[in-house]
């Protein structure tokens, strides 16, 4: 049934040349049906992409996170950080950066200063790691 939807979704897409705001938690859904992404941490964006390019090369710690769940079906080993932690109240989010407890790079500017939405080669990421090019 889901299946069908989309498919519908999209020829009508192409039909009618129509632009869908699309919300999942799917992974693999929003691949499917999606040409731009935009990744939400607690109500806020952290980074805007073309789908495939955030497939290919995630930039923010939380989009690597997401990623990061998805299952190695051809088993490459390649290592994946483990999630720590704990996810604050989204009735009440932090006004700094909402993904500093549970992300391996916070800093003391993190922990002080909210990142906005900055041009990162053809995405927009919030991340003060990202912007100041202290990533992996
Ligand atoms: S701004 Fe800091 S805490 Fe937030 S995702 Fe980037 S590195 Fe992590």
Known sequence: MQAQIL?????LQRALG????FISHDLAVVYYIS???????????CELAETAALVERPRHPYARLLLDTIPDLEMSGRDRAPVAGEVPSPIDPPPVCAFHPRCPHADARC?????ELRPDGGAEVACHAVEEGRLP
Request: charged letters at 30%.
């Open 111 to 115: 922990r002080s200063e909210r990142p």
């Open 7 to 11: 498919n519908l979704m999209r020829e």
């Open 18 to 21: 129509l632009t869908y705001p």
């Open 35 to 45: 040409s731009r992404v935009a990744v939400m941490y607690l109500g806020r964006i």
